[in-house]
């Protein structure tokens, strides 16, 4: 399996560049993954918020395959501690499935559409981050997940 962080937006900040691409690589000893940026909306301040968030929903759809297991980081979805999360990934990962893609949004969310296309949301806390230290927290999260399922020592109960 394939786990792709598909995101609305670059990450801007050199520290979380820094943070984010050693957990990207420590998590691809253990699996096949990538992070795809969907480029920022030009003149988004101009623009209602619900156009806003079609147009970004037509710019994720076009990275998203027919058969892809699609999960939204949203602050509605299911909360996992740790260990939870691993045994989400696992069965993801033992379902055979091809490509999960996790789904990071832009400011104001997701349009229905994208909803819709879902086959899960997941929220990492209830409190409100940056999307942009999310994307640290998400892969770290990953990694941890992955020590977890290969049962090394990283995580610790």
Same mark, same amino acid.
């Given at each position: 399996?394939?786990?792709?962080? $598909?995101? &609305?937006?670059?990450?801007?900040?050199?520290? $979380?560049? %820094?943070?984010? %691409?050693l957990f990207e690589k420590r998590i691809k000893h253990?699996?096949?993954?990538?992070?795809?940026?969907?480029?920022?909306?030009?003149?988004?301040?101009?623009?209602?918020?619900?156009?806003?968030?079609?147009?970004?929903?037509?710019?994720?759809?076009?990275?998203?395959?027919?058969?892809?297991?699609?999960?939204?980081?949203?602050?509605?979805? @299911?909360?996992?501690?740790? &260990?939870?999360?691993?045994? *989400?990934?696992?069965?993801?990962?033992?379902?055979?499935?091809?490509?999960?893609?996790?789904? &990071?949004?832009?400011?104001?969310?997701?349009?229905?559409?994208?909803?819709?296309?879902?086959?899960?949301?997941?929220?990492?806390?209830?409190?409100? *981050?940056?999307?942009? @230290? @999310?994307?640290?927290?998400?892969?770290?999260?990953?990694?941890?997940?992955?020590?977890?399922?290969?049962?090394?020592?990283?995580?610790?109960?």
């Amino acid at each position: 399996m394939k786990i792709i962080l $598909l995101v &609305v937006g670059k990450t801007t900040e050199k520290h $979380l560049i %820094e943070a984010i %691409e050693l957990f990207e690589k420590r998590i691809k000893h253990y699996i096949s993954f990538e992070i795809i940026v969907v480029p920022e909306l030009k003149n988004a301040k101009n623009m209602p918020i619900v156009l806003q968030k079609e147009k970004e929903a037509e710019a994720i759809s076009k990275h998203l395959q027919a058969n892809d297991e699609v999960v939204l980081l949203d602050e509605k979805g @299911i909360q996992y501690t740790s &260990v939870g999360f691993s045994g *989400f990934l696992a069965q993801k990962m033992n379902a055979g499935l091809k490509r999960t893609v996790f789904v &990071v949004g832009g400011p104001y969310g997701f349009a229905q559409s994208v909803y819709d296309r879902s086959h899960a949301q997941l929220s990492l806390s209830k409190m409100t *981050f940056p999307h942009q @230290i @999310i994307r640290l927290f998400f892969v770290e999260q990953v990694y941890r997940a992955m020590t977890i399922i290969k049962g090394e020592a990283y995580h610790h109960e």
